[in-house]
């Protein structure tokens, strides 16, 4: 990159960290994005309820450009430092089959809130982290305008048709370079984001009011519409019973009112016995009703009925009259039920998917396989992308690196390719192995381009991995995160 060159102390990053000289400028920047608990559980609850509905509906994110840029002034880069990699690692324990057919469990999408509040994805990798928890993707799919983090940030890998195979992973840290973060500068167009552990729906039961408000995880209140004697009833036994709608003076008639309906309004004691009996507003609504209680229950109740403790033995007496209504008009009346989401660890992301090796100061002009999710069109309106399933492009990367003159670019490396938007942050990997799916992490798809003036993509661009790149990498191979959710499905923490 252009502005900071930082020496490589070592040429694979798990046994030292990188010596940086004490008047250089600052080579990285970390933000939180759900580091807490119930943030994380928050955001992956967003994108998996309603069976993934905020995934199907999520579009592909794009960069905000006029017109499709170009490729500019090719010129030599040499490299900072030595080359180094670090090699990709494999699951622990077996994991579910993916749906991506011969394609690496590791690629994905991640998926995220746009400051417009609307649901956008990019393409993403899980890459090799000594806490098994990084993922790789482009800058401008963590930061907007290289600025503040987006919103509810989930990495979902072997991501296929709106199915979340291995669970869905919320964002804690993530990892960029200062001069994306600082100067919006796309030769920094990367991040590494540390994730939480996988989270997964795994139903709902229902449970007690007691069990409802000890319950950390998610929860809520299913209704359903019951009649006005079950009201009563439910309302006498202390049930979580409403009503909705409102009794106005102008909807109350007289009980020979043509499909009057008649409702009970509670009133106290005296109020009952000084009613008519017979049909009318304001006349006894059937006999007093006493029902036993708990203590706390007596305790709790503050409406105008009798209460009686009488030999340690609480009941509740409660007393009705007659409300006649216009058809249409009465109060419609509820009772719910406490129920609680289940949540399921789906562990570290590294033990379920892997991660892909990464690779810094490599020469140019080697073989890389993408694996990105296009959906965009072309610029001349075609589209030949859905963004449901992954896609592939292969080749070799140019032997010079170029200049982007609509976007703060002097050096990106260059691959020939018609992924189109969507595959922002596709994985470009080094010696990959079709029969292991892993390979090295050397750079991710950043733009796009019409090299050629025919309203096509024809060429995609990734800054190029350097010393900087495996400094940050350095630093985001150190983050520690957690899992959110304990064995019975609870919110750990807060």
């Known amino acids: 990159m ?34 807490k608990p119930a943030d994380a559980y ?15 509906k999520a579009t592909e994110f794009r960069v905000d450009a006029k017109d ?12 900072d430092g030595k080359p180094g990699m670090t090699a990709p690692t494999g699951t622990t324990g077996a994991a579910p089959k993916s749906k991506n057919v011969n394609l690496p469990k590791t690629i994905g999408k991640v998926f995220f809130l746009d400051r417009s509040g609307n649901q956008r994805w990019c393409s993403a990798t899980s890459i090799q982290a000594r806490n098994r928890n990084l993922v790789a993707t482009a800058g401008h799919c963590v ?48 991040a590494f984001v540390a994730v939480h552990n996988g989270f997964e729906l795994a139903g709902e039961k229902t449970v007690t009011k007691a069990e409802f408000d000890k319950w950390a995880g998610d929860k809520w209140v299913k209704k359903h519409e019951i009649t006005a ?25 007289g009980p020979d009112y043509p499909g009057a309906v008649v409702e009970r309004d509670e009133v106290g004691e005296q109020a009952y016995k000084d009613a008519k009996t017979g049909r009318g507003n304001g006349y006894k609504f059937g006999e007093p009703e006493t029902v036993p209680v708990t203590k706390a229950e007596y305790d709790a109740y503050k409406g105008p009925g009798a209460k009686d403790d009488t030999g340690g033995n609480y009941t509740i007496t409660r ?71 992954p896609k592939i492009c292969a080749g070799r990367t140019g032997t010079k690196t170029y200049q982007v003159n609509m976007f703060k670019v002097e050096t990106h490396q260059v691959l020939k390719c018609s992924m189109t938007g969507g595959s922002d942050g596709a994985p ?18 950043s733009l796009f381009h019409d090299q050629d003036g025919n309203d096509r993509i024809d060429f995609v661009s990734s800054a190029y991995f350097d010393g900087e790149v495996a400094d ?4 985001a191979n150190h983050a520690a995160t957690k899992s959110i959710v304990g064995p019975g499905g609870e919110l750990i923490g807060k």
């Not at 499709?68 to 490299?79: D, E, G, I, R, Y």
């Not at 940050?472 to 630093?475: A, E, G, L, S, W």
């Open 428 to 445: 470009w990997l080094l010696r990959y192995d079709n029969n292991k799916r892993t390979g090295y992490v050397n750079g991710v798809t």
């Open 68 to 79: 499709v840029p170009k490729l500019v002034h090719p010129q030599t880069t040499s490299a």
């Open 472 to 475: 940050v990498y350095d630093k």
């Open 229 to 253: 004697k079950e009201f009563g009833t439910c309302v006498l036994n202390l049930g979580n019973c409403w009503s909705e709608g409102e009794d106005k003076p102008a909807d109350q008639v």
């Open 2 to 35: 252009k502005r900071l060159l930082v020496p490589l102390a070592v040429a694979g990053l798990s046994a030292a960290a990188f010596a940086t000289p004490a008047t250089a400028a600052p080579s990285w920047v970390s933000d939180p994005l759900s580091p």
């Open 319 to 389: 007393f009705y009259t007659q409300k006649w209504l216009k058809p249409g008009t009465s109060r419609t009346f509820y009772q719910g039920e406490y129920v609680l989401g289940i949540a399921k660890d789906a562990g570290r992301l590294g033990d379920a998917v892997g991660g892909q090796g990464v690779a810094w100061n490599q020469p140019m002009g080697q073989k890389v396989t993408v694996f990105g999710y296009p959906a965009a069109p072309h610029p001349d309106g075609d589209k030949p992308f859905t963004g449901l399933t």
């Open 143 to 190: 930061y907007e305008q290289g600025k503040d983090v987006f919103a509810k940030w989930v990495f979902v890998p072997g991501y296929f048709q709106g199915k979340a195979p291995f669970g869905v992973y919320a964002g804690a840290y993530a990892f960029t370079a200062y001069d994306l973060d600082t100067y919006d500068d796309y030769d920094g167009d990367f």
């Open 42 to 56: 928050s955001a992956a609850y967003f994108w998996l309820d309603a069976n993934g509905a905020a995934l199907k």
